[in-house]
């Protein structure tokens, strides 16, 4: 009996439907990874911590769950200076430090730009000048950067580095550097925040004391010269003015030693 219609081949050792499967298992593989990442970075304590300590265990995470990671860093851009804010392991710290002597380099434009930038091979990476040359003779084979989603009053990317050739190629990797990447940036979000937040409360603090002090000087002045509260300030913002000394500081002097501005 004839058969219509073309003939198809199976390939050896692959039933029918073995590939789709093959493809479901390695999803499963990798949602489970994933999974399994975010449950150790969930176990980092984000708060009351410095931020050196809190990105130095992310990194750490991140060194033992990016397949192909042999060493990782963070790198930080503050008033467009960089520096690697924690890394693990030290080819890390050595490839991020080849690129701040230069200006520029994978890690820092993820994360002026905001792109990821996967190098497969330092041999044959026709960009970034002379940085992949001379990353390859320190041991640096392939590299992942990939930029902080959040940006507070800094910006930043997570490196990973490898010895291996293509080694960050696969879409595993990816995804598991997004979401390192992801906590990463809330921790330095809630840094800044907090930075901000107690330079805030410092500056308040030094604004009532400033403000309690000529207060005091004024006090003191009222009462010796029997002058208004206006005047009062008026011979303390006109002595600091002659001295060139900060109105609270003559103030201070004032209330400590009880001697009267503008005369010895």
Not at 37 to 60: H, N, S
Not at 83 to 111: F, I, K, W
Not at 164 to 182: D, G, I, K, M
């Amino acid at each position: 009996m004839s058969q219509s219609g073309p003939l198809t081949a199976t390939p050896v050792g692959r039933l029918p439907g073995q590939a789709a499967h093959t493809r479901q298992t390695g999803r499963c593989c990798q949602d489970a990874a994933v999974e399994q990442l975010l449950r150790e970075l969930t176990r980092i304590t984000l708060v009351d911590r410095p931020l050196k300590d809190v990105l130095g265990d992310i990194v750490r995470v991140a060194a033992g769950a990016i397949a192909g990671a042999e060493s990782t860093s963070i790198t930080l851009v503050q008033q467009d200076k960089a520096y690697t804010a924690a890394h693990h392991g030290e080819m890390a710290l050595a490839a991020d430090e080849m690129q701040y002597g230069r200006g520029y380099g994978p890690c820092m434009d993820a994360a002026r730009g905001g792109v990821v930038i996967r190098i497969d091979d330092m041999r044959t990476e026709p960009r970034f000048g002379d940085y992949p040359q001379y990353a390859a003779e320190h041991g640096v084979r392939s590299s992942l950067s990939v930029p902080l989603p959040y940006q507070g009053s800094c910006i930043g990317a997570l490196n990973v580095y490898s010895r291996q050739p293509s080694a960050f190629v696969s879409a595993e990797t990816l995804q598991a550097a997004l979401q390192v990447a992801e906590v990463l940036a809330i921790a330095v979000l809630n840094a800044d925040r907090y930075a901000r937040v107690s330079d805030e409360a410092r500056n308040l603090r030094q604004a009532m004391q400033s403000r309690a002090v000529i207060e005091q000087a004024k006090g003191v002045l009222m009462e010796r010269f029997k002058l208004t509260a206006d005047q009062a300030f008026d011979v303390l913002n006109r002595a600091s003015q002659e001295s060139n000394v900060k109105l609270r500081e003559v103030a201070r002097r004032l209330v400590e030693t009880g001697e009267t501005p503008g005369r010895s």
